[in-house]
């Protein structure tokens, strides 16, 4: 499965071809959690882990939800990984006024992502 179908299954279970209303927001999404487009066509399975994440954060969002629920989200991230990836997730929370509950042993992705919600 390609970044982009992944991205496209909170939309429609019909990923192949992705229809193209939903490829639209496909795109938009990858844009706001810095998927590049190049990135949308490689399989998840070959995916960084820092994409694997971005994937995950995009179809937590991807249906609107007013609280933003995150599990041990740099649990798989390199550590040099978890300050962009908090920068990241406090940027996108402020952006859409989300409240975030994070579980994690990780207090500095806590204190870093917590600015922005």
Do not use: W
């Amino acid at each position: 499965m390609t970044t982009a179908q992944n991205l496209a299954i909170p939309f429609s279970l019909e990923i192949d071809p992705i229809p193209a209303e939903v490829l639209s927001r496909v795109h938009a999404l990858a844009a706001e959690v810095g998927i590049a487009q190049s990135d949308l066509s490689r399989g998840v399975g070959d995916a960084s882990p820092m994409l694997r994440a971005r994937v995950r954060l995009a179809r937590a969002l991807a249906l609107e939800p007013l609280v933003l629920v995150l599990e041990h989200p740099t649990a798989a991230l390199a550590a040099d990984d978890a300050k962009p990836y908090a920068a990241l997730v406090a940027g996108i929370c402020e952006q859409r006024a989300l409240t975030m509950v994070t579980l994690s042993m990780d207090e500095k992705f806590g204190r870093l992502s917590a600015a922005g919600c």
